[in-house]
C-alpha cells in the first residue's frame, strides 16, 4: 500500500508482529533480512520503502546487550516500521542531509535518562511508567533542534486512508 500511494497520502505503517520470535532477536532478525531480500526484490519495493526494526531485545552489531544505543530501536513488540523512501529522503533533507541527527539525539536522550535514573529508569519508562523531569529531559535534548530553522518544517495531519488499485 505504502509502495503505490502517492505523494498525499500517509507515507508510513506500523506492523506490531507480537508472535514473530519476541524472545529471540537473532531469529527475528533473520526474517527481517529475509523480508528485505525476496519480497522486496519479487514486489520491486527496493528504491520506494524500507523497513526499520524494532524489537525488545534489539541489538546494534558491535554493541553489547545492555548499550544504551540498542534502546534506539527496542519496542515492547517485534515491530517493522515500514517507511516510503521519498518521504525519509524529505526528513533527511529538513536534517541538512544529516540522517544521523535523528539517530544521536535519542542516543543521547537515552544516555541523559540513564544517568539520571539508571537501566531500571530506561526500563520504567519503556513500560510507561510516569517519570518525574521527563518534560525537562526533553527540553534539554532539544528534540526540535534536528530541523535547521530555515527549513520548512511543518506537516498537515493527514488521516486520510488509501488502497492501491
Known sequence: MIACSDESQVGT??????DYYPKDFERYMSLVQFMEESPMEDLDLHGKVQIAPYHPHFEFEGSGKEEVENY?????????????EDEVGKAVAKLGGDASKVWNGNIRLFELMQERWGASGIKEARRGDGMDGVDALLKEVKLSSYFDSSADTSSED??????CK
Do not use: C, E, K
Not at 72 to 84: A, D, E, G, Q, V
Not at 158 to 163: E, I, M, P, R, S
Open 72 to 84: 534506539t530501536n527496542r519496542s515492547p513488540y517485534p515491530m517493522f516500521h515500514i517507511l516510503r
Open 13 to 18: 505503517t506500523v506492523v506490531v508482529a507480537s
Open 158 to 163: 493527514d488521516t486520510t486512508t488509501h488502497q
